[in-house]
């Protein structure tokens, strides 16, 4: 079946440093792929997305390019913000089902 | 601004209440989806609705059913509330069912204590 496996968190970084959270996916057909981020004491909110290979999504400084080769689908950052502690969740959508990592916590110190 | 709305932000019941969540939007979408959130088990899909009246099955509906009378409004039944009920609860919509490029959007979450 489909599924969806993120790097285990916390993780802690230093304001500005560079951040990866890798995304790794298994799907039957042609999936698009997701990042949402959640907000202390919030919903989840679209981050960015891709749907097909080598497209890449972009959203306020974040990064992630579908990779078919690797199935992977890791998020980047250059130089994180105080403001981007928050939960990170991969995600795929395959024959309309979305299918969630386990999500990866983020925690920036200024 | 899209706009998914849940009845609660907290709630707290007691074991065998029948417990309402209320899920409305406002952006015209056909789909609906309940999913709860679980520390270490990320989300998990527990009913969604493609139409008025229908719905289907997710990945655990065990002790949980649904109405969708309208469109626009979504509805999480707990027939007799339980302790491994607690937990966090979030709505979400989207435009089409099987596109599969369509985003889902969220409501806030309804965080339920079930004592």
């Known amino acids: 079946g489909n599924s969806v496996t993120q790097m285990e968190g916390p993780v802690t970084l230093s304001e500005e440093a560079f951040l990866t959270i890798n995304c790794t996916y298994t799907?039957?057909?042609?999936?698009?792929l997701f990042w949402y981020v959640q907000y202390p004491g919030e919903g989840l909110q679209l981050l960015l997305k891709a749907t097909k290979a080598d497209d890449k999504g972009s959203n306020k400084g974040f990064e992630a390019t579908y990779r078919k080769e690797t199935t992977s689908f890791h998020l980047e950052k250059g130089s994180v913000q105080v403001s981007d502690s928050a939960v990170y969740f991969c995600?795929?959508?395959?024959?309309?089902?979305?299918?969630f990592g386990k999500g990866t916590k983020l925690t920036v110190n200024p | 601004d899209v706009k998914v709305t849940q009845s609660s932000r907290y709630l707290v019941k007691r074991t065998g209440e029948k417990v309402f969540l209320e899920c409305v939007q406002d952006?015209?979408?056909?789909?609906m989806f309940w999913y709860r959130q679980d520390p270490g088990l990320g989300l998990r899909l527990i009913y969604f609705?493609?139409?008025?009246?229908?719905?289907e099955k997710g990945d655990i509906p065990e002790g949980y059913s649904v109405s969708r009378e309208k469109k626009e409004r979504f509805s999480l039944i707990l027939e007799s509330a339980s302790t491994n009920q607690t937990s966090m609860y979030l709505c979400a919509s989207s435009l089409d069912a099987y596109k599969n490029q369509d985003e889902q959007f969220f409501g806030p979450g309804t965080r339920l204590t079930v004592l």
């Open positions: 952006m015209d979408h056909e789909n």
């Open positions: 799907a039957t057909g042609y999936p698009s």
């Open positions: 995600a795929l959508r395959a024959l309309g089902k979305l299918v």
């Open positions: 609705s493609y139409d008025v009246k229908m719905k």
